[in-house]
């Protein structure tokens, strides 16, 4: 589910690469059918446009349900909020149903999100969040939230086996262009000379992970013994907006000028991951340096977007 998203399908790619079948549901909300120009080439793919808010029915055998459906980004989340909502219970109540069906596994795309405005820093998966249920971040947060507590009755009740994935700030090729977050934004604004819009004084910290260390830390966690317990997946290095808004401009060689807004509300001040379990657990870290990731992301960027 969520197959044609940012996310979605770099991790189609690479369950074919591993010599995978892979059935992909997307409503095309926010993913792009153009993102799946290389699995719709393989036999082995098959793809249907469809809201997994609705009853899920795959023909065959099935050996893992994913959910990676949701609208990810705020500006997303913001502009639709109910369906935010009901693809974190009703398209996990129907995955899950279809994984207890076909005796399946089942893996959640979870997010940092569920730790709110964290108080605990860096954050755990033993620590239980600082989140605001009714400020217009709360559609997001609280529907994966409930998400992780409906797949974990499913595997406390019917034994299916449950993986959660907390995913970090995560960046690479394939985002859209109008996602809304920091570093889409600042990219579009960086080719196209215009000024960077950095919330607040842009002190408040995030930690980016390139899409390629995530989706080898997603493959990992799916093919490892670790099931019933969240893994939380990012790059633990922290850097303030500001400077990443700075470092976004110098790589891309534009001219353009910071300018300052305002925070939006139940903006984080601080977002970092302990991956000590992803560590100890699954033998994973992210290799690819915040520089070089960017770099890769600003020259895919210039070519797809057509600055």
């Known amino acids: 589910m969520g197959g044609a998203g940012f996310l979605g399908s770099h991790l189609c790619e690479r369950l074919l690469g591993e010599g995978w079948e892979v059935f992909c549901f997307d409503s095309l909300l926010t993913g792009s059918a153009d993102n799946l120009v290389g699995p719709l080439s393989d036999e082995r793919f098959r793809y249907e446009r469809y809201d997994v808010t609705n009853y899920l029915y795959v023909d065959g055998p099935v050996d893992w349900v994913l959910h990676f459906a949701s609208p990810a980004s705020p500006s997303d989340y913001l502009g639709y909020p109910i369906h935010t909502l009901k693809v974190g219970a009703l398209g996990t109540l129907h995955a899950l149903g279809l994984a207890k069906a076909k005796r399946a596994g089942f893996m959640l795309a979870s997010t940092s999100e ?46 299916i086996p449950v993986k959660i ?34 919330h607040g004084d842009g002190s408040q910290t995030r930690s980016l992970c390139f899409v390629d260390d995530l989706i080898d830390g997603i493959w990992r966690f799916l093919v490892s013994d670790v099931v019933g317990k969240p893994v939380n997946l990012g790059n633990p290095e922290e850097v303030t907006v500001l400077d990443l808004a700075k470092t976004i401009v110098s790589l891309a060689g534009s001219g353009s000028q910071v300018i ?12 970092c991951p302990d991956i000590s379990r992803a560590r100890s657990e699954l033998g994973w870290t992210p290799r690819v340096p915040l520089d070089v990731g960017l770099r890769r992301t600003i020259e895919w960027a210039r070519q797809a977007w057509t600055v």
Not at 260 to 271: H, K, L, M, S
Request: no cysteine; glycine share 8%.
């Open 260 to 271: 300052f807004t305002e925070r939006p509300v139940d903006d984080p001040e601080v977002r």
């Open 114 to 159: 569920v730790y709110g405005d964290p108080k605990v820093h860096p954050q755990p998966e033993s620590y239980w969040g600082n989140v605001n249920p009714i400020g217009p971040r709360g559609v997001y947060d609280e529907a994966k939230r409930y998400a992780e507590a409906m797949a974990t009755a499913y595997h406390r009740a019917h034994g």
């Open 165 to 198: 994935v907390r995913i970090f700030n995560t960046y690479g090729p394939r985002m859209r262009r109008e996602d809304g977050r920091a570093v889409p934004t600042f990219v579009d604004q960086a080719l196209r000379g215009e000024p960077i819009t950095v």
